[in-house]
């Protein structure tokens, strides 16, 4: 057998949280062992050394499946199960982590102990730029571009980018700050807003295509407007096309009037909930919101190598952008990214009025079946 076939069929039999070839059994007490080397031979098995509480470990021949089917239906076995995987339940240790409440309202911390995200897949900030050399931030950074001055300068001089960037995959485990929702995840820095927040649909609509382009498993919005655009939704489609998930904030309104590009079939619409789990008063909504996540005082990275709160759709959208990279890790297309963080959304008060699916939960989604 060749290194790739081993290596495949260890990470495939990790992938099925149990030990292959391998069951628990625990025989009846008043069961004789003739009786149960009889079974056992049936089911072509074999007992391993040890025992715990009465439960014996077996060895298998046959498919585990089938295997556990005869077992549990043989009178001589109280109960037969998988021998499950255990993990430990990881905390990384940045030390504000304890003050970033979304984290743990969408269960992130329990979502790392399945994922904590590859390098390998990047997660494009379509915004004001990123702190480039920011202690949280620079270790996470490829090279990007700048769309309002036309160079590779990718650098922040507004402040919106640098903490959507941190919520989204701020250095994580590295005894600095805080902690990104997609630990492990890269961050592509596309600079279409200048230093007064304010960018062309011409420039974001090149933004999108270029972090598309450049393989962004992951685009986050966090900005629109309230006109419909056909070259902004043609962006939008294409990036899709290409394989990338949008990931766009629903806005700040206060009203249920669409916003764009978050309106767009192709993009994942975002509202804004609080700590207490309920809708943030500034948030847009409607049966076009796909989501929601925590967009109220969000502590993440800030210019001048800092952190700060802040508040918006702006700050919920980074969230699933961060969830978007963890699944996309595990191999997942956009397709089923999309599907995952909808349908393991948890129904919190106001889905199906404010929005369709719920406020996102990492841990379900992660876990999910593809």
């Keep these: 057998m060749s290194k790739r076939k081993q290596r495949r069929r260890k990470s495939d039999s990790l992938s099925q949280r149990f030990v292959q070839g391998e069951l628990l059994v625990k025989f ?3 069961a004789s062992k003739k009786d149960i080397y009889s079974l056992l031979g049936k089911v072509e098995a074999r007992t391993l050394p040890g025992e715990v509480v009465g439960v014996a470990r077996v060895r298998l021949n046959r498919h585990i499946y089938e295997s556990l089917k005869a077992l549990t239906q043989h009178e001589v076995v109280e109960f037969a199960e998988p ?6 339940h990881f905390i990384p240790n940045d030390p504000l982590l304890s003050r970033q ?20 897949v990047l997660v494009a900030i379509v915004d004001t730029g990123v702190q480039v050399n920011h202690p949280d931030l620079r270790t996470k950074l490829v090279r990007g571009f700048n769309f309002v001055s036309g160079n590779s300068n990718t650098n922040d001089n507004n402040g919106h980018g640098t903490h959507v960037a941190g919520i989204a995959a701020a250095a994580t485990n590295n005894r600095i700050g805080i902690a990104g929702t997609g630990f492990n995840v890269r961050i592509l820095p596309v600079k279409v807003v200048d230093s007064r927040g304010v ?4 420039n974001v609509a090149r933004g999108i295509l270029f972090a598309a382009r450049r393989g962004a498993k992951v685009i986050n919005l966090s900005l629109g407007g309230p006109n419909t655009s056909s070259t902004l939704q043609n962006a939008v489609n294409g990036a899709w096309n290409m394989g990338s998930v949008i990931v766009a904030a629903a806005g700040n309104s206060r009203s249920s009037r669409p916003e764009y590009p978050a309106f767009y079939a192709n993009a994942i619409a975002v ?3 609080n700590a207490r789990d309920r809708r943030a008063p500034f948030t847009s909504f409607g049966n076009w919101v796909d989501v929601a996540a925590p967009g109220v005082s969000i502590l993440s ?9 802040k508040s918006g759709t702006s700050m919920s959208a980074p969230f699933v952008s961060g969830l978007a990279g963890l699944l996309a890790s595990q191999g997942r297309n956009n397709i089923q990214i999309r599907r995952s963080i909808q349908i393991f959304a948890d129904r919190i008060p106001g889905t199906g009025s404010l929005w369709t699916f719920g406020r996102i939960n990492a841990n379900r989604s992660v876990r999910s079946p593809r």
């Design 101 to 120: 409440y979304g984290l743990r309202q969408i269960q992130a911390p329990l979502a790392w102990n399945v994922t904590r995200g590859r390098a390998a």
């Design 271 to 273: 509202a804004a909930t």
């Design 28 to 30: 009846h007490p008043l």
């Design 199 to 202: 960018g062309t649909l011409f």
């Design 83 to 88: 021998n499950y995987l255990m993990k430990t």
């Design 301 to 309: 990275t800030t210019i001048g190598s800092g952190y700060g709160f």
